[in-house]
């Protein structure tokens, strides 16, 4: 009967999967979201193509040129490689549209599949999708103690 509301942090493209965080609590969503506080976001992505890990290293030490500026991945690490793909786990904190999409694809490897997997310290695990738990109270301690709340 009581109507609360729910702010979510951050969004997922269209084409992307994986893990968004809900909340009732506005100031928490609003700092997780912000870009002052650098909550790091990883992801699993499946490129086109085979890349090597020279091009992971130029990623996060020089980064790319984009339309909005030039931009670094936090971390960039090759998973699994065949002829026809690339899976990299990539961790970055900019929130910044279609982010881990333009980066590859402005390098020549578009993005086949992208699945978020972590926000700051809380993990997506063996969560399937369509389907939610409630965070513990130490993870959103955690969550908030990153985000100095």
Request: net charge positive.
């Amino acid at each position: 009967d009581k109507y609360e509301r729910v702010f979510h942090m951050g969004r997922l493209d269209y084409d992307s999967e994986g893990l968004i965080l809900m909340t009732n609590d506005g100031e928490l969503s609003q700092h997780v979201m912000h870009p002052k506080y650098e909550v790091e976001k990883t992801y699993i992505a499946t490129l086109e193509g085979r890349i090597s890990g020279t091009v992971c290293r130029r990623l996060v030490t020089t980064g790319v040129q984009l339309d909005d500026g030039w931009i670094k991945l936090d971390h960039c690490a090759i998973i699994d490689s065949s002829r026809d793909f690339t899976m990299v786990k990539v961790v970055l904190h900019s929130g910044k549209n279609r982010i881990v999409r333009r980066i590859f694809g402005s390098i020549g490897f578009p993005v086949k599949r992208l699945v978020r997997t972590q926000i700051g310290p809380i993990k997506l695990g063996e969560l399937k999708p369509g389907s939610y738990r409630v965070l513990s109270q130490a993870e959103v301690r955690s969550l908030s103690k990153e985000v100095g709340l």
